[in-house]
């Protein structure tokens, strides 16, 4: 006989006369030779790994020129001794014969009159409005100094005295808050104290040194607030009192 699968003819020798009959058609369609496919797909998988392993190996990564974040670098010292010391240097040098000249001279002749008849009016109740065109703060600082050592050369220029020493270490304390640099902070020290505006303005009665000490401070807080925003809501409220000390001693502050 001969038959065929698939639903191939078939063919039989005896009681059918030869006649052909059609085989049954299978109910399910044979199933998928899995393992071969399967073995098929883990041999071009191997075949792919091998071609990766005769491929070059790859460079190893170029290390970053740039530290790690997590590695910050170390933060310098604070130098507020120096700042101190240098200070008080400059106080000893802007203090030194303080009291002379013995006369008033350049702009003396405009605030201590003016300071003259606020001390009067504190003493009597009575006293002129004098030098109108600045406001009173400075000129209120100047005449509680003669008040406390007289009216002579050494009380007209002690608050301007002090006023230049609190400018000077304000300024100093600005710029280390701004840059967190020693150097740059004690270079600047010697230029402020040897240079002639703070040193000369620092001995004479007038009321710019009033309000640049104010300025001053008020950088220095600010300059704080900028780099500890964890203390920054009173230092900027102390910056905004010294801009007020500073715009009440002459309008220049603005």
């Given at each position: 006989?001969?038959s065929?699968?698939?639903g191939q003819?078939?063919?039989h020798?005896?009681?059918?006369?030869?006649?052909c009959?059609?085989?049954?058609?299978?109910?399910?369609?044979?199933?998928?030779?899995?393992?071969r496919?399967?073995?098929?797909?883990?041999?071009?998988?191997?075949?792919?790994?091998?071609?990766?392993?005769?491929?070059?190996?790859s460079?190893?990564?170029?290390?970053?020129?740039?530290?790690?974040?997590?590695?910050?670098?170390?933060r310098?010292?604070?130098?507020?001794?120096?700042?101190?010391?240098?200070?008080?240097?400059f106080a000893?040098l802007?203090?030194?014969?303080?009291?002379?000249?013995?006369i008033?001279?350049?702009d003396?002749?405009?605030y201590i009159?003016?300071?003259?008849?606020?001390?009067?009016?504190i003493?009597?109740?009575?006293?002129?409005y004098?030098?109108r065109?600045?406001?009173?703060?400075?000129?209120?600082?100047?005449?509680?100094?003669?008040?406390?050592?007289?009216d002579?050369?050494?009380?007209w220029?002690?608050v301007?005295?002090?006023s230049?020493?609190?400018?000077?270490f304000?300024?100093?304390?600005?710029?280390?808050?701004?840059?967190?640099?020693?150097?740059a902070t004690?270079?600047?020290?010697?230029?402020?104290a040897?240079?002639f505006?703070?040193?000369?303005?620092?001995?004479?009665?007038?009321?710019?040194?009033?309000?640049?000490?104010?300025?001053?401070?008020?950088?220095?807080?600010?300059?704080?607030?900028?780099?500890?925003?964890?203390?920054?809501?009173?230092?900027?409220?102390?910056?905004?009192?010294?801009?007020?000390?500073?715009?009440?001693?002459?309008?220049?502050?603005?």
């Open positions: 006989p001969i065929a699968a698939g003819l078939t063919s020798s005896g009681g059918g006369g030869g006649a009959k059609q085989a049954p058609l299978p109910s399910h369609p044979a199933a998928p030779p899995r393992r496919y399967q073995r098929r797909r883990c041999g071009a998988s191997s075949g792919r790994r091998r071609w990766r392993s005769l491929q070059a190996p460079p190893p990564p170029s290390p970053s020129p740039y530290p790690a974040a997590s590695a910050p670098l170390p310098p010292r604070d130098p507020l001794g120096w700042c101190l010391a240098l200070t008080g240097i000893l802007a203090g030194w014969r303080l009291a002379t000249p013995s008033l001279y350049f003396e002749v405009h009159p003016a300071a003259r008849e606020i001390l009067q009016w003493e009597t109740g009575q006293g002129a004098r030098n065109e600045h406001p009173l703060f400075a000129k209120e600082l100047i005449a509680l100094g003669m008040w406390a050592l007289g002579n050369p050494l009380g220029r002690i301007p005295w002090l230049g020493v609190l400018a000077f304000a300024c100093l304390r600005t710029m280390w808050h701004a840059s967190h640099e020693r150097f004690l270079a600047f020290a010697v230029l402020l040897t240079g505006p703070l040193l000369i303005h620092a001995r004479i009665a007038m009321l710019d040194m009033v309000m640049a000490a104010a300025l001053s401070v008020a950088a220095w807080q600010f300059a704080v607030a900028c780099a500890r925003p964890e203390h920054g809501r009173w230092r900027l409220a102390l910056t905004g009192i010294a801009i007020g000390a500073a715009l009440g001693a002459k309008w220049h502050a603005i």
